[in-house]
């Protein structure tokens, strides 16, 4: 068998670091892996490593071990070899007969869930049916391009399949103060009034001459938001009285610290049925959840 087997980018470490008596022999074999993996592969911080499974190798003597390391955005898993007395280590991909053993014994990354009753969707405001196949929950800001892009992309999909998606917005501007929390705020007001003023303001920000005035000062945009409600009848009262008791203002802080528990870093981002996909989003993915 030696002559069909390779490895690549091949690393060999003794581990002496775990005491023998600390752990059952199947928990120190884990360990040494997490622990000579953490040591010798360069990975973002914080991200999260964990053990899998345990089983025999096709190297002699060698278990294979397969770890998860979590991301912000997607779950890799990756396998590394440990010798059964847990002294050596072998990171790397093994061949055998020209197949990559270890990409094949790991599988595929997938997109990190989400369990979607944590969101509070019911705070947000939402298009679709209620009982669509397909929640799309996406953070997003007033002031992001690409954002502005996913909208009106995910505008044509809700057009053509108007029965099977949810879609639920959620407030990200990054900091709790600036221009774009601004916006948030406003928005949040206008659903005070009622999810259709929410949006009729959304909808206007996601313009270009939206995005003119959203860089005015804010008593202007203020201004601008006041006449758009106006003109479809609304109670300004209510959308003023949001902002001035900071009712709107708690609302964006809740989704912004939402958000950050669930450790993410750009706009837009999505969980959809539960799996969270970070930047714009091909409709064929979207539509891939739908079984087409």
């Known amino acids: 068998m030696g002559k069909n087997i390779f490895w690549t980018g091949m690393l060999i470490a003794l581990a002496f670091t775990v005491p023998v008596a600390a752990f059952s022999q199947e928990d120190r074999i884990a360990q040494v892996a997490i622990d000579t993996f953490k040591s010798h592969v360069r990975v973002p911080p914080g991200t999260e490593i964990t053990f899998l499974e345990k089983k025999e190798s096709p190297i002699p003597d060698f278990y294979s071990i397969k770890l998860l390391l979590v991301f912000p955005d997607k779950e890799v898993p990756a396998v590394i070899y440990v010798d059964k007395a847990g002294e050596k280590v072998i990171i790397g991909n093994l061949f055998i007969r020209g197949e990559n053993i270890t990409t094949k014994e790991a599988g595929p990354p997938r997109p990190k869930k989400i369990d979607m009753g944590l969101l509070e969707m019911e705070k947000s405001p939402f298009l679709g049916d209620k009982g669509a196949k397909v929640t799309i ?20 999909l809700m057009k053509r399949y108007p029965q099977d998606f949810k879609y639920v917005f959620k407030h990200f501007p990054f900091q709790p103060g600036g221009k774009t929390f601004e916006l948030s705020e406003m928005a949040v007001a206008a659903q005070e009034v009622s999810n259709e003023a929410f949006w009729l303001i959304h909808d206007f920000f996601f313009t270009k001459e939206g995005q003119n005035i959203a860089n005015l000062e804010k008593g202007a945009v203020k ?3 006041e006449q758009l409600l106006k003109g479809k009848g609304y109670d300004v009262k209510i959308f003023q009285s949001a902002l001035e008791t900071g009712r709107a203002r708690n609302r964006v802080l809740e989704d912004m610290a ?6 993410m870093t750009s706009t837009p981002t999505k969980i959809v049925n539960g799996d969270l996909i970070v930047g714009l989003t091909p409709d064929s993915t979207l539509e891939g959840y739908l079984g087409k």
Request: charged letters at 20%; one cysteine or more.
């Open 223 to 225: 201004q601008k938001v």
């Open 258 to 263: 939402l958000a950050n528990r669930l450790r």
């Open 137 to 156: 929950v996406e953070f997003s800001n007033f002031q992001c391009p690409y954002c502005m892009d996913s909208w009106s992309k995910l505008m044509g």
